[in-house]
């Protein structure tokens, strides 16, 4: 795998969102925050763990 200057990575990037329907920009934002509610009830829920030694 080469290595890409952030740079040229982030030109990429910005060319692939122009190309994309809007149906494709709803669809990772929903992505995106249903892990990120994942993420966040995992790390509140891992709080309330006891250990019952």
């Known amino acids: 795998m080469e290595h890409y200057p952030a740079a040229a990575w982030l030109a990429e990037a910005a060319g692939a969102a122009q190309r994309q329907e ?4 709803l669809r990772v934002v929903l992505v995106v925050m249903l892990v ?5 009830a995992w790390f509140l829920l891992r709080g309330y763990k006891r250990k019952d030694d």
């Open 36 to 40: 990120g509610c994942a993420l966040t």
């Open 22 to 25: 809007p149906g494709n920009l």
